[in-house]
């Protein structure tokens, strides 16, 4: 074979060397071994940063997922005209996306549009009877399957999520477009819209 260097040919005395064992000819081997052997290297080092990176960011990605989520809901009660779901008055300035059962300790479920409906930001934060007022305010729009649904049925049918960092990460690109293109989409009722958003992100499917 022909040596990859100064294209003389040579009997190779090892399996797959291209170089014949002249001194410039091994040298340039040499040369191209180190090189490949940092470039791998290198390669290496970026994976490990990129799989770092993802560990590191995982929490943070996951709090912007939230916020789209939350985003999504205001988005779904605003296209109905809905009032406050505790107390059913128009809303003030803050619009909050409450959870009927709360993030802390019920994560498989943080993510599920059903658990989130809009509410003024002074029932959902400060107001004692927001568990009891929300309750009614489910059952009286959507009636009590449906409460009953949301109160018992979803924590146990989604009791473990387990998403990824690559996974959320792709999850919060889904929220997000839909959040930008949400005004193409012709709604029936919350339920619906509800079912269709979850259905797309793929979380609760």
């Known amino acids: 074979m022909k040596c990859k260097n100064c294209r003389d040919k040579f009997i190779p005395k090892v399996f797959n060397i291209k170089?014949?064992?002249k001194e410039l000819c091994r040298s340039v081997m040499i040369k191209e071994a180190l090189k490949k052997s940092k470039a791998k290297k290198v390669k290496?080092?970026?994976k490990n940063f990129?799989?770092?990176?993802?560990?590191v960011k995982s929490p943070s990605r996951k709090s912007e997922l939230q916020k789209e989520i939350n985003k999504l809901s205001r988005k779904i009660d605003n296209y109905f005209n809905f009032k406050c779901i505790d107390c059913n008055n128009v809303f003030g300035k803050q619009v909050d996306a409450a959870h009927l059962h709360n993030s802390g300790g019920n994560e498989n479920i943080t993510y599920n549009l059903h658990n989130l409906h809009s509410a003024r930001s002074h029932c959902n934060r400060?107001?004692?009877e927001h568990k009891v007022g929300y309750r009614i305010g489910i059952e009286r729009r959507y009636g009590k399957e449906y409460l009953d649904y949301i109160d018992f049925e979803i924590p146990k049918e989604y009791k473990y999520i387990g998403l990824n960092s690559d996974e959320v990460i792709e999850k919060l690109k889904i929220v997000r477009k839909l959040?930008?293109?949400f005004d193409t989409f012709k709604l029936i009722d919350g339920i619906q819209a509800r079912n269709l958003f979850n259905k797309i992100i793929g979380i609760y499917l």
């Open 19 to 21: 170089y014949c064992d």
């Open 44 to 46: 290496e080092q970026a």
């Open 179 to 181: 959040n930008r293109d």
């Open 50 to 55: 990129k799989d770092m990176e993802k560990r």
């Open 126 to 128: 400060f107001s004692s």
